[in-house]
C-alpha cells in the first residue's frame, strides 16, 4: 500500500470521526455556558434589573407628566383663538337666522313685524343650554336686544365701560367700517375682561354682537383638562396628583395605604416651581413635580420603589423554577440531539465519502474534456465579443435615431405657428401691392415683423440643441419682460383673430432661467389659448395673463374664455403625443415639453384648471432656497 492510497483512507475515515467528537464536545459546552450563565443571570443582575424598572417608569412618568403640561399649554396659548372661534361661530349662526327671516318675508310684512319676527327668534335661541349669547345694537346706540333686562331698549353710546372707553361707538365704528371685528372690554365695573364680537346687519342699520369672558373660558379648559386627565390610562405602578395653589384638586388613586394623607403633606411641602424628581425616603417613594405658571397647576407624578421589588422578587421565584425545568429540558434534549445527529452525520458523512468518490471519478473526466475545450476557447470568445460589439453599436445607433426624431418632432411643432405667421406677412405684402398700398415704411415693417419670426425660428433651434446639453447657463431675467418678448411673437396672430390680450402684473421679480425655454413654454400655452378660442368662437375671445410674485415663487397665469377642457382627458393633456387637434393641427409635443421643461429646467410646477368660461394653466416658477 502506498503512502498516497494510506492518507486518502485515512481522511475518509476523519470525514466521518471529526463531525462526531466535535458534536460531543460542542453539546458539553454549550449546555455547561448555559446553565452557568443563567445562574449569573439571577445572581448578580438583581438589582440592575431593579434600577431598569425605576429608571424605566420615571421616563414614563416624567413623559406623562410632560405631555399634561404641553396639553395645557396649548389650551392656554390657544385661549383667545378658541375663544374667537367660538364667537365666531355663534354669530355666523345669528347672522344667518336673521337673514333667512329677512329674505323670507321681505316684501310679505312690514319692516317693524320683520324686526320682531328676527328678536323673537335670537332671544329665544340657545348656545349650549344659554340663552341671550346675542345682543342686538342699531348704529344710533340703541339697545334692541340685550342679556340684561336693565340694558333693554336702552340708548348706550355714551357708555363707557370700567376702562373709560366709549366701547358702544368702538363696536359701531368696527360694524361699520370693517362689517366684523373683535375688541376686548370690561363692560362694567367689577367684571372680568371679555373678548367681543360685532357683525354688520345692513338691512335695518343693525349689528349683532356676544362676547366672552376670558376667565371664565380659562374654567373651562382647566375642566376639560382635568376630565382628560381622569379619563387617561394610568400605569399599575404610578399614580398622578394635581395641585392648584398647592391644594389637591385631583389624585388618580384615593388608596389610603399608597396615598396616605400623611404622603399627600409631604408632597404640598415639596412643590416648587422648579421641574425635577424628587426623592422622599421615608415613605421609599419617588415623585416628578413640573409646575405649569399660567394655572398655577403642580402636576406630580409618583411611584413606590417597593412596587417594583415585590414585582421582582415574584418574578425571580417563577423564572427560577422555570429555568430548573428549562435546565433539565436543556440536558436531556441536548443528549438525545446529540445521538441522533452522530447518526445523521455518521449516514450523512458515509454518503460524502460516496460522493467525493463519484466526484473523483467524474472529475476526471471532466478534466480530459476541459484540455479539449480549452483548444477552441479563445476563437469562441474572440467571436462573442465581436457580436456583443456588433450589438452596442446597434442599440447606440436605435438610441440616437430615437432622440432626433423626438427632436425633429418637437422643432416641427414649434414652427408650425411661425410659418403661419410668416405666411400671413407675405399675404399682407400682396395684398398691400394689389391695393397699392405697399409703401416703404409698411414694406420695411413687414420685413422686420418676418426677420423678427424667422430669427425666433432660428433661436428655436438653438434652444432644442441646448436642450440635449447639461452644461446650460442660466441668465437673471425680468419676468414680466419674457412675457412681453413671448407676446410679441403671437401679437399679430392674436390681433388678425381679433382676440383681446390684456395683461396684469400684479408683482414682478427677476428670476434666474432660460430664458428660451421659458419663453418657449408660454408660447405653446399661448397658441393653444389662440386655438382654441379659434374653434369655440365665443362672442369676445379673450386671452389674461397675471404675473405674480412671492417670498418663495413667481407665478404666471394665463387663462382663455375658450370653453374649457373635456374633464374626460384632463389628465392626459400633458402625456406625450396627446392631442385634442386633429393630426394636422398638433402632435402632442407640445404641452408634454412645457411639462418637461418647467418641472426638469426651471425647477417649478405647471398645473392646469377650468374655470366657468375657459380654462387656466399655471406656471410657478420656486425661487432659489439659500442654504
Partial sequence: MNLKAFRERWTLRLIIITPLASLAILTVVITSFYIEKLSYYFKENAERYLNEYVAGEQRQGEALVKDISI???????????????????????????????????????????????????????????????????????????????????????????????????????????????????????????????????????????????????????????????????????????LFEDKQPVYISEKDEKELSSALLVKMQQRLKEENGWVELPQENALIYVHYFKPFDWHIVYGFRKAFFNAVLQDQQVKMNKEVEEEIRFITYASVFIALLVGILTFIVSRHIIAIIRNYKTELESRELQLRELNASLQERVREEVHAHREKEKMLIQQSKMAAMGDMISMIAHQWRQPLNQISYVLMNIEAAYEYKELTPQYMDDKVKEGTKILEYMSHTIDDFKNFFKPDKERTEEQISEIVDHTIGLIKKSLESQKIALEIKVRKDTSLLVYRNELMQVLLNILTNAKDALSESCPSEPKIEILVDADERAVCIEICDNGGGIDQTVMDKIFEPYFSTKGAKSGTGLGLYMSKTIVEEHLNGKIRVYNTDIGVCFELRLNKPTNV
Avoid at 345669528?94 to 323670507?104: E, G, P, Q, S, V
Avoid at 346687519?201 to 376639560?224: C, V
Fill in 71 to 241: 396639553l395645557a399649554n396649548d389650551n392656554f396659548e390657544h385661549l383667545e383663538e378658541s375663544v374667537k372661534k367660538e364667537l365666531d361661530d355663534r354669530l355666523a349662526l345669528a347672522h344667518k337666522t336673521a337673514l333667512f327671516i329677512y329674505n323670507k318675508y321681505q316684501g310679505r310684512l312690514s319692516d317693524e313685524a320683520i324686526k320682531e319676527r328676527i328678536i323673537d327668534a335670537l332671544s329665544s335661541m340657545q348656545w349650549y343650554g344659554k340663552k341671550n349669547y346675542v345682543w342686538i345694537t342699531d348704529y344710533e346706540g340703541n339697545n334692541i336686544l340685550s342679556g340684561s333686562q336693565e340694558l333693554k331698549m336702552q340708548n348706550l353710546l355714551a357708555h363707557t365701560d370700567a376702562d373709560g372707553r366709549a366701547i358702544i361707538l368702538e363696536e359701531i365704528q368696527i360694524a361699520r367700517k370693517y362689517g366684523e371685528g373683535y375688541l376686548k372690554t370690561r363692560f362694567t365695573e367689577g367684571s372680568s375682561l371679555q373678548m367681543i364680537k360685532v357683525i354688520d346687519f345692513k338691512h335695518f342699520n343693525w349689528f349683532f354682537g356676544s362676547g366672552i369672558h376670558l376667565d371664565h373660558a380659562m374654567e373651562e379648559k382647566k375642566t376639560e383638562l382635568l376630565h382628560l386627565l381622569q379619563t387617561a390610562p394610568k400605569g399599575r405602578a404610578g399614580y398622578i396628583a
